[in-house]
């Protein structure tokens, strides 16, 4: 059996030491258990081990396992591809769409907030590393889109979400973190209404370290706290 629990103490002790060493404030970095192919048992045993914020990136999978009460005790986010037609799922359910990676997409998610008289918190994801199979904004289009995304009104905009390309060798995803906060900076200094560059998203497994080196103050980890996942079962509509 994986041990949850210890890993779980692991990683937040790894969190408070990168927090030190980089001079941020104790407790100031958050942790996203990003569940997803983990079963409620193991999530639930997370969450009784200290994880606050669980995320999920299959709207599937989301929704098959929160009324099993997979999540209880933590604050959802979603942090997958969303296509538009499953943003119903989402809005006034998931605490941080982290996800948000077009103009559309925004739209859509303050229409049905909107409609629903809620307000829904997001992040906007960068494609910090350029990748045509990856999605988020491009870093230099970001700008031009969150200038019209301020006006939607049932949205709140936190921050930045980010997920490198996968890194070969250690340390190789620092030019992305350092892109990443160079544009929540310069994006926060702008101070748009309604875009609060409060929360930045980067960080997973492997380089979560380096990413908080770098302000990320929400890290998203997986492996690190379940284990190795299994094979996703193949399916054409898991995403
Ligand atoms: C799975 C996942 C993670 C965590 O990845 P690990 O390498 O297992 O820590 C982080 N972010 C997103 C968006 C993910 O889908």
């Known amino acids: 059996m994986v041990p949850i629990e210890e890993n779980v103490a692991r990683v937040l002790d790894e969190i408070a030491r990168a927090e030190r060493e980089s001079g941020r404030a ?5 942790l996203c258990a990003a569940t997803k192919l983990n079963t409620p048992e193991s999530i639930q045993r997370a969450i009784a081990a200290g994880v606050h914020i669980c995320g999920e990136n ?15 005790g933590a604050e959802l986010h979603f942090i997958g591809h969303l296509q538009k037609n499953k943003a119903k799922e989402l809005v006034g359910v998931a605490a941080l769409i982290q996800s948000c990676d077009s103009l559309e997409l925004l739209e859509k998610i303050n229409s049905l907030a909107l409609a629903r008289g809620v307000r829904q918190n997001v992040l906007l994801e960068v494609n910090i590393g350029g990748e045509a199979a990856k999605s988020g904004f491009a870093p230099e289009a970001l700008e031009e889109n969150l200038e019209k995304a301020v006006f939607l009104e049932a949205i709140s905009i936190r921050g930045l979400m980010a997920i490198p390309p996968r890194a070969e060798q250690p340390g190789e995803n620092r030019r992305f973190f350092a892109k990443m906060q160079q544009l929540f900076v310069d994006i926060g200094a702008k101070k748009y209404d309604n875009a609060n560059m409060e929360v930045l998203s980067m960080g997973m497994s492997g ?3 380096d990413a908080i080196a770098f302000g990320s103050n929400l890290v998203r980890v997986g492996t690190a706290i379940f284990g190795p996942r299994p094979a996703p079962v193949p399916s054409a509509t898991t995403r």
């Open 26 to 30: 104790p407790g100031s970095v958050r």
């Open 58 to 72: 299959r709207v599937q999978e989301l929704t098959a396992k929160r009324p099993l009460g997979a999540y209880e």
């Open 207 to 209: 380089d979560f370290v």
